[in-house]
């Protein structure tokens, strides 16, 4: 019932909950507090609210946001509880006294003063703000002076309106003992510190505290590029949920020849970049993208199709080719869209096929096989299961853009499938790790993830107290106790690299974007540092709980191919999760959603080639457990698997890396190629060299409008 309620008053945990009804409940008994008059009644709801109010928002509530959007939003809570006070003042006979008129004049002097502190700190916020994000990228040059204390800036408007609770606990006091010197001595400290904040804020609006204007940035990052020379860049835009999409390319780019470069083009993408040693520009403004040098880069690679991909497509110096974020059967792999650039680059021959067979305008000789780079931490599967018990992954897709019924199986056989696992009559461990996009659109796919997920966190629960597992919890309770140690000691490890404690690289105590971005300097020693971490981690994390235990696995750790090494067979959707498995060599299985028939599903669908196929109502899962348990003899599709796995990813040698990287290279080779041919042909030598630094005309730019028309 308790998890119901969290669900749905959509709260992360039982302390936020009865937080939340706390909150609800105070409001009412101080108001009834005051008309009584009862001054410990009020007094005690008083209390319960501002300690209810302060772990909200110390957990970063989700009602925090939501009493915003009903106009109970933090000022209106802490204005209501002051005039709720002097309403109990007037109740108790208080009105013609001292008191009474001097606490109406003090709490609309303290909620004056919010004015000119709200003022300061958004004034700081927004001139700490720079044109441009970067990583691994030195701008020692503009000299950007060091970020105000977070204690100053973070939760600001809370820790101000907070500073009422002096005046609230003097007023009261004075009431209880006859005695107004205590209520002028708490309205007067209230006062005091609400002119010492406004006042700690002031320096940080001096010039010399602020960063350096627009034009004297990007002039020092477009000197940084001019000295880097850049010759591959990843383009990257898209939404908070969709930072996966980048961070799965970040190796290859470091393993690439030549000087490689991130661009991304939304802030929030930043902090949820992964540890990576190659240099890293957020450009948010089209303008400033349009007029960055990038004249020596010859080769962009794109992860996703978006609308502000526009902007450097329009360039035509280099070479555009979509790498996308996974090989998959769905739609999107076969975008119409894909033919604004120069090339497509897919894993294996099917992608080539895939665009033959669409014939969406694609041309043949524009697409390149070039493996799979990502696939290499993915291990081969030895032909048994890893554990006694058998572990199977659940990694359904999310609802898409429509609501096709072949999009997931979450919507129509989600249920069924975990269902069917959980009650097998021989023991199967479930790993249910749904797609980040997951209820992102659609309402009912999020409330089936929530029923999924309170599935396996029940059957988990049964599992621990089966006195069929007793035993191995029992000899193995060291060794979690050990793990979870060791867990312990890696995240604070990672919290004192500046990392976040499930080591994906996004900071706990972040800085603000100007001193980050100052500070955040290629460190070889603490990159090595981050991956040796991240791999003990995600060992550790296998090992502190027992391999018979179920569980729910969210966020960006432990990380999907990790999942992968951990389970000895998938249940999954058409997508490229389905595509990246195959590369292990291990049993699957995936919903025909849709209903369209083992054959036609297959025929529409290269990947389920090698699949067990299953109805919504998942009765084939027999069929996966067989395979998984049964070795080689109860695994037909064992042969089929490792045909599909080369026409879907390409051949195993040479090594995907290497392939992509000679893909690159003559890539490269053509864009130069196609600069010289402009450059003889108009005369224009900054066609193909980079830009003279001193030259200020619109052609000595790399985004070259009049080139690019």
Request: net charge neutral; aromatic share 6%; hydrophobic share 45%.
């Amino acid at each position: 019932m308790i998890s119901t309620a969290i669900r749905l008053a959509r709260v992360g945990s039982g302390s936020e909950l009865a937080a939340a009804a706390v909150l609800g409940l105070g409001y009412p008994c101080i108001m009834l507090a005051a008309l009584i008059p009862n001054l410990w009644f009020f007094a005690a709801a008083v209390a319960a609210t501002y300690f209810a109010d302060q772990h909200l928002h110390q957990r970063g509530s989700y009602l925090i946001n939501r009493l915003g959007k009903v106009r109970a939003g933090l000022s209106i809570r802490f204005l209501v509880r002051q005039l709720l006070l002097i309403l109990l003042l007037a109740r108790m006979e208080l009105a013609e006294q001292t008191i009474f008129y001097v606490t109406i004049a003090s709490l609309l002097l303290f909620y004056a003063l919010q004015a000119p502190h709200g003022a300061l700190v958004t004034l700081i916020r927004l001139r700490r703000r720079m044109p441009v994000v970067t990583r691994n990228i030195d701008l020692s040059m503009l000299r950007i002076p060091a970020a105000p204390p977070r204690r100053l800036l973070n939760r600001s408007a809370e820790k101000m309106l907070h500073l009422d609770v002096f005046a609230v606990a003097g007023v009261l006091a004075a009431v209880e003992s006859g005695r107004d010197v205590l209520g002028y001595a708490g309205l007067a400290l209230s006062l005091v510190l609400a002119v010492a904040y406004v006042t700690a804020l002031l320096p940080f609006t001096r010039r010399g505290r602020r960063v350096p204007p627009a034009d004297t940035v990007l002039e020092g990052v477009d000197g940084w590029l001019r000295d880097y020379r850049p010759t591959t860049v990843l383009y990257f835009s898209g939404s908070r949920e969709s930072a996966y999409q980048v961070n799965m390319w970040l190796d290859t780019m470091k393993q690439l020849d030549g000087k490689p470069l991130i661009v991304l083009r939304e802030r929030h993408i930043v902090p949820q970049l992964a540890p990576t040693s190659v240099p890293v520009i957020c450009v948010p403004s089209a303008t400033h993208l349009m007029n960055m040098d990038l004249s020596t880069v010859r080769v962009a690679l794109y992860a996703a199709n978006v609308g502000k991909n526009i902007h450097m497509l329009r360039v035509p110096t280099m070479k555009h080719v979509f790498i996308g974020h996974g090989d998959s059967d769905k739609v999107a792999s076969i975008n119409p869209y894909s033919k604004v650039y120069d090339e497509v680059w897919s894993a294996g021959r099917a992608g080539r096929d895939r665009y033959a067979l669409a014939d969406v305008g694609v041309r043949d000789e524009d697409v390149v096989e070039v493996g799979r780079p990502q696939l290499a931490p993915i291990q081969t599967w030895s032909g048994t299961p890893k554990h006694p018990v058998p572990t199977v992954l659940y990694a359904p897709t999310w609802e898409g853009w429509d609501d096709n019924p072949g999009n997931t199986s979450l919507l129509l056989a989600g249920e069924n499938i975990v269902r069917r696992l959980l009650e097998s009559p021989e023991p199967v461990r479930v790993l249910y790790k749904p797609h980040p996009f997951t209820g992102t659109r659609s309402p009912r796919a999020k409330a089936v993830h929530e029923r999924i997920t309170a599935m396996v966190e029940k059957a988990a629960a049964e599992r621990a107290t089966d006195p069929r597992w007793a035993k191995e919890a029992s000899a193995l309770r060291a060794g979690q106790s050990a793990a979870r140690a060791e867990l312990a000691r890696i995240e604070a490890r990672l919290g004192e690299l500046g990392a976040g404690g499930n080591g994906n690289g996004k900071a706990k105590t972040a800085r603000d974007e100007a001193e980050t971005s100052r500070d955040a300097l290629p460190d070889p020693a603490r990159e090595a540092e981050l991956a040796l971490l991240g791999d003990e981690w995600n060992a550790a994390y296998w090992r502190s709980f027992g391999w018979w235990e179920h569980r729910v696995v969210t966020g960006a750790e432990p990380r999907l191919y990790d999942c992968f090494n951990e389970s000895d067979g998938m249940v999954s959707d058409i997508s490229s999760v389905v595509s990246d498995f195959i590369a292990s060599g291990k049993p699957y299985a995936v919903t025909d959603s849709a209903e369209l028939g083992a054959e036609e599903f297959k025929k529409q669908n290269t990947a389920v080639r090698a699949a067990v196929i299953l109805s919504n109502d998942a009765r084939q899962l027999g069929e996966l457990l067989a395979a998984i348990t049964g070795g080689e003899s109860a695994d037909p599709l064992a042969e089929a698997r490792r045909e599909l796995k080369a026409y879907l990813l390409g051949p195993d040698e040479p090594a995907s890396i290497v392939q992509f990287n000679d893909a690159v290279r003559a890539l490269a080779a053509k864009s130069e190629a196609r600069n010289l041919g402009v450059a003889q042909r108009s005369g224009v030598e900054t066609a193909v060299t980079a830009a003279d630094p001193s030259d200020s005309a619109p052609e000595a730019t790399g985004l070259d409008t009049t080139v690019a028309g």
